[in-house]
């Protein structure tokens, strides 16, 4: 069960905007995200991230995609409430969560149900959640270089983001 389903919904897959949604801490990866959305950016320029929560790794965070010059391509959106997810989350064109560790991320559930594809790691229970190739895509945890390129082939493929949007729903 998800608390977010919306069965008539289904995101504009072309807007290349990237959502995370997790704690701003290294298990949830995100002392790659500056790397991460580089690599993204730098062959899809009109994406955009937008990285929402709140954590010890927040001012380390927006310190390195300063440094990057990434401040127009990634948004720190901090912690948002439960009508500003939704927002969100139907203004994406897919959901990221780069983990170490997990158990069932309701994260993903709650993306699933507005038909978001996913790009994450294969860790913990999002195995259960998300199949490799069907309604999003596995990559080894800490694998910067994968997860950008898994996000850039999808960026690159509306159809496929649609695709695996519908699986996500389903």
């Not at 929560?53 to 720190?76: C, I, P, Q, Y």
Request: some cysteine.
């Amino acid at each position: 069960f998800s608390p977010i389903f919306d069965a008539s919904f289904l995101p504009d897959y072309d807007c290349r905007v990237v959502v995370f949604m997790s704690r701003i801490e290294k298990i949830k990866g995100c002392d790659i995200l500056p790397q991460i959305c580089e690599m993204v950016v730098s062959r899809v320029p009109d994406a955009t991230f937008l990285i929402c929560g709140e954590g010890s790794m927040e001012d380390s965070l927006r310190n390195e995609l300063a440094d990057r010059s990434l401040e127009s391509s990634v948004k720190l959106m901090g912690w948002i409430d439960s009508k500003k997810k939704i927002d969100l989350l139907k203004n994406a064109a897919l959901f990221l969560l780069p983990s170490y560790g997990e158990g069932m991320p309701m994260c993903i559930l709650e993306a699933m149900g507005l038909g978001l594809p996913v790009v994450s790691t294969d860790v913990g229970g999002v195995p259960r959640l998300v199949e490799n190739g069907v309604n999003g895509y596995l990559c080894e945890s800490g694998n910067a270089e994968a997860i950008a390129c898994a996000i850039v082939s999808l960026l690159e493929h509306p159809e496929t983001l649609h695709h695996m949007g519908v699986e996500s729903k389903a």
